[in-house]
């Protein structure tokens, strides 16, 4: 009996010496929240209404596409896209351009007159960048290759040179202004979006007046035209707009009620930080930074209240 009990007592020795020395048990991490779980916890105060009088429908055969304009950046030009969106100047116009990975473009056909209503047919003014006095900024802590700092504005995206200049870049679903070459600056009446990897080279070069916030299938999967940068080559490849409207123009009724996260408020902040660190079960390494043009910009309907 005292030779079993030796034996039993050295086995649990041998046993406790062999847990004290074993690496401790891997700490339990609860999952970080997700996007979607960001957004749902959202107080509603960190959101804000899309302006009546700064959103556009485009109605295209395939649905709707809708544009939040952005004055902050061009107020000139979004005026005279406003006139003419008033005037009902691209009724009847069509998609003209699609270049792979670049861009879509819209506008009336050389040719093709059209009623202007009060836009005007020449913005001298190049709104190519602005003073960013006055201007809310939520900044980036990443680097960028074009820009001194970059964050948002009022919903935005927004490059900063760091010497007093701000303009809005050339990411996916951002709206441009085309024009011929200087000193032409565009009056708004050919416009572009954004459908491939941010053409950074183009910022600072064109007017920039807005985002698609809801709709970019429509844009970004049409067939790709076949013609030099991307424009068609026959008519019966283009197209058409059926109308483009301000949504203060449109019934009520027949309004989409959209509402986009404010930029400035702490769940963004929450999202950003969520973005630069990815530690979703499927991420092995985070990378710790984020690219401007990759943070997503939230838009909902508005929940019933």
């Given at each position: 009996m005292r030779l079993q009990a030796m034996c039993a007592a050295l086995v649990l020795a041998a046993c406790a010496n062999a847990a004290a020395q074993a690496p401790p048990a891997p700490a339990q991490t609860a999952q970080p929240p997700s996007m979607a779980d960001i957004l749902a916890h959202s107080p509603v105060s960190d959101w804000r209404p899309l302006d009546p009088e700064n959103t556009l429908y485009m109605e295209l055969p395939a649905g709707r596409v809708v544009i939040e304009l952005s004055p902050d950046f061009s107020p000139e030009h979004a005026a005279n896209v406003r006139a003419l969106a008033r005037a009902h100047y691209w009724d009847g116009a069509a998609i003209t351009r699609v270049q792979d990975n670049y861009v879509t473009q819209w506008g009336r056909a050389e040719g093709s007159p059209h009623d202007r209503g009060n836009a005007r047919a020449d913005i001298p003014v190049a709104e190519y960048d602005?003073?960013?006095?006055?201007l809310p900024f939520t900044r980036l802590p990443d680097p960028d290759s074009y820009s001194r700092q970059t964050g948002f504005t009022n919903g935005f995206w927004a490059a900063r040179?760091?010497?007093?200049?701000?303009?809005?870049?050339?990411?996916?679903?951002?709206?441009?202004?085309?024009?011929?070459?200087?000193?032409?600056?565009?009056?708004?009446?050919?416009?572009?979006?954004?459908?491939?990897?941010?053409?950074?080279?183009?910022?600072?070069?064109?007017?920039?007046?807005?985002?698609?916030?809801?709709?970019?299938?429509?844009?970004?999967?049409?067939?790709?035209?076949?013609?030099a940068l991307g424009f068609y080559e026959t008519p019966a490849e283009r197209t058409p707009i059926n109308s483009i409207r301000l949504a203060s123009d449109v019934p009520e009724a027949q309004r989409v009620n959209l509402e986009a996260l404010r930029t400035d408020s702490a769940t963004f902040r929450t999202l950003i930080e969520s973005r630069r660190f990815r530690r979703e079960s499927f991420f092995v390494t985070p990378t710790g930074h984020i690219n401007m043009c990759n943070v997503p910009l939230p838009v909902r309907v508005r929940p019933a209240s």
């Amino acid at each position: 009996m005292r030779l079993q009990a030796m034996c039993a007592a050295l086995v649990l020795a041998a046993c406790a010496n062999a847990a004290a020395q074993a690496p401790p048990a891997p700490a339990q991490t609860a999952q970080p929240p997700s996007m979607a779980d960001i957004l749902a916890h959202s107080p509603v105060s960190d959101w804000r209404p899309l302006d009546p009088e700064n959103t556009l429908y485009m109605e295209l055969p395939a649905g709707r596409v809708v544009i939040e304009l952005s004055p902050d950046f061009s107020p000139e030009h979004a005026a005279n896209v406003r006139a003419l969106a008033r005037a009902h100047y691209w009724d009847g116009a069509a998609i003209t351009r699609v270049q792979d990975n670049y861009v879509t473009q819209w506008g009336r056909a050389e040719g093709s007159p059209h009623d202007r209503g009060n836009a005007r047919a020449d913005i001298p003014v190049a709104e190519y960048d602005r003073s960013a006095s006055g201007l809310p900024f939520t900044r980036l802590p990443d680097p960028d290759s074009y820009s001194r700092q970059t964050g948002f504005t009022n919903g935005f995206w927004a490059a900063r040179d760091g010497a007093g200049r701000t303009w809005m870049p050339h990411c996916y679903g951002a709206i441009g202004v085309g024009r011929d070459n200087p000193p032409n600056t565009g009056d708004g009446s050919e416009l572009y979006v954004v459908i491939g990897q941010a053409p950074r080279h183009l910022d600072r070069n064109l007017a920039m007046v807005g985002r698609v916030v809801q709709g970019m299938e429509l844009l970004s999967g049409l067939k790709r035209g076949t013609g030099a940068l991307g424009f068609y080559e026959t008519p019966a490849e283009r197209t058409p707009i059926n109308s483009i409207r301000l949504a203060s123009d449109v019934p009520e009724a027949q309004r989409v009620n959209l509402e986009a996260l404010r930029t400035d408020s702490a769940t963004f902040r929450t999202l950003i930080e969520s973005r630069r660190f990815r530690r979703e079960s499927f991420f092995v390494t985070p990378t710790g930074h984020i690219n401007m043009c990759n943070v997503p910009l939230p838009v909902r309907v508005r929940p019933a209240s």
